[in-house]
């Protein structure tokens, strides 16, 4: 059986300034691939904020810094 992976490493977004003076909420929903090594393989913005490219730009920065247990 597969066993999830374990994030051993997290990285929080930064909150686009631009974005975050006018007030905008919202959330990006990402997919990866977690490689054998536990890095962080392809990935893919499944839900993004509408006319807001920023936050998805932002969340695929972060996420591409985090780490799995092997």
Do not use: C, N
């Amino acid at each position: 059986s597969e066993t999830p992976p374990e994030p051993i490493q997290t990285v929080a977004p930064d909150y686009p300034e631009e974005e975050r003076a006018a007030g905008v909420e919202g959330m990006v929903v990402i997919q990866t691939e977690v490689l054998s090594t536990g890095q962080v393989g392809a990935l893919e913005a499944t839900q993004e904020v509408e006319g807001h490219p920023a936050f998805t730009a932002s969340a695929l920065e972060a996420v591409r810094q985090w780490a799995f247990k092997p």
